[in-house]
Protein backbone atom coordinates (compact mmCIF):
# COMPACT_ATOMS: atom_id res chain seq x y z
CA UNK A 1 0.00 0.00 0.00
CA UNK A 2 2.06 3.15 -1.38
CA UNK A 3 -1.02 5.60 0.27
CA UNK A 4 0.19 8.19 2.03
CA UNK A 5 3.50 6.31 2.88
CA UNK A 6 1.64 3.50 4.46
CA UNK A 7 2.42 -0.60 4.60
CA UNK A 8 -0.46 -2.94 4.22
CA UNK A 9 -0.16 -3.35 8.31
CA UNK A 10 -0.23 0.28 8.95
CA UNK A 11 -3.65 1.27 6.76
CA UNK A 12 -5.35 -1.67 8.10
CA UNK A 13 -4.27 -0.52 11.61
CA UNK A 14 -5.61 2.83 10.59
CA UNK A 15 -8.16 2.43 8.45
CA UNK A 16 -9.89 -0.10 11.47
CA UNK A 17 -9.43 1.89 14.41
CA UNK A 18 -12.18 4.47 15.07
CA UNK A 19 -11.19 7.63 17.08
CA UNK A 20 -13.98 10.69 18.33
CA UNK A 21 -12.65 13.57 17.27
CA UNK A 22 -12.74 17.27 18.13
CA UNK A 23 -10.76 19.03 15.95
CA UNK A 24 -7.17 20.05 14.92
CA UNK A 25 -4.14 22.98 14.81
CA UNK A 26 -2.51 22.63 11.75
CA UNK A 27 1.43 24.35 12.24
CA UNK A 28 1.15 24.78 16.00
CA UNK A 29 3.92 26.39 17.89
CA UNK A 30 2.26 26.63 21.14
CA UNK A 31 1.40 22.62 21.90
CA UNK A 32 5.28 21.31 21.81
CA UNK A 33 8.11 21.88 20.29
CA UNK A 34 8.51 23.23 17.32
CA UNK A 35 5.98 23.26 14.46
CA UNK A 36 3.48 20.16 14.77
CA UNK A 37 0.21 19.22 14.14
CA UNK A 38 -1.48 19.00 17.23
CA UNK A 39 -4.83 16.27 17.17
CA UNK A 40 -7.32 17.07 19.79
CA UNK A 41 -9.35 14.01 21.12
CA UNK A 42 -13.14 14.34 22.22
CA UNK A 43 -13.87 13.42 25.73
CA UNK A 44 -12.55 13.89 29.01
CA UNK A 45 -13.76 13.47 32.51
CA UNK A 46 -11.95 15.66 34.61
CA UNK A 47 -13.76 19.07 34.12
CA UNK A 48 -11.02 21.64 34.95
CA UNK A 49 -12.23 24.68 36.09
CA UNK A 50 -11.23 27.38 33.20
CA UNK A 51 -9.95 24.66 31.37
CA UNK A 52 -9.70 26.29 27.83
CA UNK A 53 -11.09 23.21 25.70
CA UNK A 54 -14.19 22.79 27.55
CA UNK A 55 -15.75 22.07 23.72
CA UNK A 56 -14.15 18.65 24.36
CA UNK A 57 -15.43 17.20 27.57
CA UNK A 58 -18.37 15.41 25.99
CA UNK A 59 -17.98 11.91 25.57
CA UNK A 60 -20.80 12.19 23.00
CA UNK A 61 -19.86 15.32 21.38
CA UNK A 62 -16.66 15.14 18.68
CA UNK A 63 -16.35 13.86 14.95
CA UNK A 64 -16.51 10.05 14.46
CA UNK A 65 -13.76 9.10 12.49
CA UNK A 66 -10.95 6.91 11.88
CA UNK A 67 -7.17 7.00 12.71
CA UNK A 68 -6.89 7.05 8.90
CA UNK A 69 -8.46 10.23 8.67
CA UNK A 70 -6.12 11.45 11.17
CA UNK A 71 -2.95 10.21 9.81
CA UNK A 72 -4.09 11.81 6.47
CA UNK A 73 -4.39 15.27 7.92
CA UNK A 74 -0.77 14.92 9.65
CA UNK A 75 0.94 13.32 6.78
CA UNK A 76 -0.91 16.64 4.81
CA UNK A 77 1.58 19.26 6.27
CA UNK A 78 5.09 19.03 4.92
CA UNK A 79 5.92 21.88 7.69
CA UNK A 80 5.44 20.12 10.60
CA UNK A 81 7.83 17.88 12.00
CA UNK A 82 6.17 16.94 15.04
CA UNK A 83 2.86 15.73 16.12
CA UNK A 84 0.87 16.63 19.31
CA UNK A 85 -2.02 14.26 20.62
CA UNK A 86 -4.35 16.62 23.21
CA UNK A 87 -7.46 16.87 23.84
CA UNK A 88 -10.15 16.18 25.67
CA UNK A 89 -8.39 13.29 27.64
CA UNK A 90 -6.40 11.40 24.64
CA UNK A 91 -5.78 8.29 27.12
CA UNK A 92 -9.75 7.87 27.22
CA UNK A 93 -8.92 6.25 23.75
CA UNK A 94 -6.04 4.22 23.70
CA UNK A 95 -6.70 2.55 21.00
CA UNK A 96 -6.70 5.04 18.52
CA UNK A 97 -3.82 6.76 20.25
CA UNK A 98 -1.43 4.14 20.27
CA UNK A 99 -2.50 3.29 16.29
CA UNK A 100 -1.52 6.78 15.96
CA UNK A 101 1.60 7.34 17.69
CA UNK A 102 2.88 4.16 16.69
CA UNK A 103 2.80 4.55 12.60
CA UNK A 104 3.43 8.44 13.05
CA UNK A 105 6.64 7.48 15.02
CA UNK A 106 7.59 5.12 12.93
CA UNK A 107 7.37 7.93 9.85
CA UNK A 108 9.79 10.06 12.41
CA UNK A 109 7.73 12.16 13.69
CA UNK A 110 8.34 13.85 17.29
CA UNK A 111 5.50 12.63 19.24
CA UNK A 112 4.15 14.62 22.19
CA UNK A 113 0.58 13.69 24.53
CA UNK A 114 -1.20 15.82 26.70
CA UNK A 115 -2.91 14.01 29.57
CA UNK A 116 -4.53 15.60 32.54
CA UNK A 117 -3.62 12.26 34.58
CA UNK A 118 -0.88 12.87 37.37
CA UNK A 119 2.14 10.60 36.34
CA UNK A 120 1.04 8.32 39.74
CA UNK A 121 -2.75 7.94 38.16
CA UNK A 122 -1.95 6.50 34.79
CA UNK A 123 -0.80 3.15 34.58
CA UNK A 124 -2.56 2.55 38.19
CA UNK A 125 -6.23 4.29 37.98
CA UNK A 126 -7.66 2.18 34.83
CA UNK A 127 -7.69 -1.64 33.92
CA UNK A 128 -4.76 -4.05 33.92
CA UNK A 129 -5.88 -4.09 30.05
CA UNK A 130 -5.58 -0.16 29.76
CA UNK A 131 -2.53 -0.05 31.35
CA UNK A 132 -1.01 -2.57 28.70
CA UNK A 133 -2.22 0.01 26.13
CA UNK A 134 -1.05 2.84 28.03
CA UNK A 135 2.81 1.69 28.52
CA UNK A 136 2.73 1.24 24.54
CA UNK A 137 1.71 4.43 24.13
CA UNK A 138 4.62 5.89 26.13
CA UNK A 139 6.96 3.98 24.24
CA UNK A 140 6.04 5.91 21.09
CA UNK A 141 6.01 9.39 22.88
CA UNK A 142 8.78 11.54 23.20
CA UNK A 143 7.75 14.22 25.68
CA UNK A 144 4.32 13.46 28.15
CA UNK A 145 2.96 16.53 29.69
CA UNK A 146 0.59 15.98 32.85
CA UNK A 147 -1.71 17.34 35.44
CA UNK A 148 -4.80 18.93 35.64
CA UNK A 149 -5.34 22.56 34.74
CA UNK A 150 -5.40 24.57 37.70
CA UNK A 151 -7.25 28.31 37.10
CA UNK A 152 -5.63 29.58 40.24
CA UNK A 153 -1.89 28.37 38.72
CA UNK A 154 -2.45 29.51 35.30
CA UNK A 155 0.64 30.64 33.56
CA UNK A 156 2.09 32.02 30.67
CA UNK A 157 6.17 31.64 32.04
CA UNK A 158 6.06 27.51 31.55
CA UNK A 159 6.21 26.54 28.33
CA UNK A 160 3.50 24.26 26.68
CA UNK A 161 1.22 24.25 29.74
CA UNK A 162 -1.49 26.13 31.27
CA UNK A 163 -0.54 26.19 34.65
CA UNK A 164 2.49 25.96 36.70
CA UNK A 165 1.41 22.06 38.48
CA UNK A 166 1.59 20.49 34.82
CA UNK A 167 4.50 18.72 34.39
CA UNK A 168 6.72 18.22 31.25
CA UNK A 169 8.59 14.68 30.61
CA UNK A 170 11.35 14.35 28.03
CA UNK A 171 11.05 10.35 28.59
CA UNK A 172 14.58 9.97 26.68
CA UNK A 173 16.07 11.14 29.80
CA UNK A 174 13.18 11.73 32.58
CA UNK A 175 10.69 8.56 32.27
CA UNK A 176 8.72 8.25 35.41
CA UNK A 177 6.77 5.35 34.38
CA UNK A 178 10.13 3.13 34.06
S1 LIG B 1 -7.71 17.65 31.71
FE1 LIG B 1 -7.31 19.14 30.10
S2 LIG B 1 -9.03 18.94 28.66
FE2 LIG B 1 -9.61 17.89 30.54
S3 LIG B 1 -10.77 19.45 31.68
FE3 LIG B 1 -8.64 19.53 32.39
S4 LIG B 1 -7.66 21.11 31.13
FE4 LIG B 1 -9.58 20.52 30.11
Known amino acids: ?26 ESVVDGPG ?15 GCHNAGTHDKSGGTA ?20 FSGGEPFLQEEALLALAKVCKAKGRHITVYTGHEVSELLTICTAERAELRRKILACADLV ?34
Open 145 to 178: ITGRFVQELKTAEKPFVGSSNQELYELAVNNPWK
Open 35 to 49: VRTAVFFQGCDFHCP
Open 65 to 84: VTAFDVYAEIYGSKLAKGVT
Open 1 to 26: MQTLDLSEEEYSLLKNTPVCLAGYQH
